[in-house]
């Protein structure tokens, strides 16, 4: 995906390298944009809404009857694109985590950590590109030597890609990002995070579960913050029989950088010995 800013000025009348105060206040250092897929949008281009809400949202004119089978080929072009541009990765590891982690906290250093340690170790980090954890796994991957790639979601309030990725791909579409990171890593790793995190967290423990992908281990970072989830899922959803023995397995909870790399290199071990 390619992004071009073209800058046009009249050669006619003289430069003098000077921005007035309307000038300024129209274009600011960093203007609020939209990301729409590929396309970024600035100032009275930007629209409202995000392509998977109009997708999901069935209320308003019938009209939408007519623009769905549209919509379909909006979607298998972004999984074309998507396969294409992460087709030669190499073993990765995705790496979740709250967006809103600030670069003072003790976690962002955490997550340069665990960047630059599965860099060290041969595996690309992927996340979703933001800022935060996020940008902190990037950054720790790509100043380690290794690959370091974002695999970005047209939000209302996000910010794009942070500038640690070196490999970055826009969607519109959550379920299509979501196949990109179940496709091209070998593990999960989970620092602490929200919604969009547990979101990912269980939808990979249910992949896992029902046997749709094999030999992909789920680690979460973080005793304290983990634990009274992983605690939840022991004491009720297994004791309730919601779920088995062995579906508690799925989840490895630790705090050790070590301990989690080697977690994820046994697995991808595992997995080339099965192959």
């Given at each position: 995906m390619?992004?071009?800013?073209?800058t046009v000025?009249?050669?006619?009348?003289?430069?003098?390298?000077?921005?007035s105060d309307q000038t300024a206040d129209r274009y600011p250092e960093n203007p609020p944009e939209r990301h729409?897929?590929?396309?970024?949008?600035?100032?009275?281009?930007?629209?409202?809404?995000?392509?998977?809400?109009?997708?999901?949202?069935?209320?308003?004119?019938?009209?939408?009857?007519?623009?769905?089978?549209?919509?379909?080929?909006?979607?298998?072009a972004e999984f074309v694109e998507g396969f294409g541009a992460l087709a030669e990765v190499?073993?990765?590891?995705t790496v979740f985590g709250s967006a809103r982690t600030p670069r003072d906290h003790p976690e962002y250093e955490l997550g340069r950590k665990i960047g630059a340690a599965l860099a060290n170790e041969g595996f690309a980090a992927i996340t979703g590109g933001g800022p935060g954890a996020m940008e902190a796994?990037?950054?720790?991957?790509?100043?380690?030597?290794?690959?370091?790639i974002g695999l970005?979601?047209?939000?209302?309030?996000?910010?794009?890609?942070?500038?640690?990725?070196?490999?970055?791909v826009n969607f519109r579409y959550f379920f299509v990002r979501k196949t990109m990171f179940i496709k091209y890593s070998q593990a999960f790793i989970c620092l602490p995070g929200g919604f969009g995190t547990l979101d990912e967290l269980f939808e990979a423990l249910t992949l896992v579960q029902t046997k749709k992908v094999t030999k992909f281990p789920v680690v979460l970072f973080g005793s304290e913050y983990w634990g009274g989830l992983y605690d939840w899922v022991a004491k009720t959803l297994l004791a309730e029989g919601k779920i088995s023995e062995k579906d508690l397995d799925l989840l490895h909870i630790t705090d050790d950088i070590d301990d989690a790399v080697r977690v994820v290199k046994e697995s991808f071990q595992a997995w080339e010995d099965s192959h």
């Open positions: 390619f992004r071009a800013v073209l000025r009249n050669t006619h009348e003289p430069y003098s390298g000077l921005v729409k897929g590929p396309v970024v949008q600035r100032r009275e281009q930007r629209d409202e809404g995000t392509t998977d809400q109009r997708l999901l949202d069935t209320r308003g004119p019938s009209d939408w009857v007519h623009t769905d089978p549209w919509r379909v080929l909006r979607i298998q190499p073993r990765a590891v796994v990037n950054r720790g991957a790509a100043e380690a030597g290794g690959m370091s970005g979601i047209e939000l209302p309030f996000e910010q794009g890609l942070n500038r640690w990725v070196d490999l970055g």
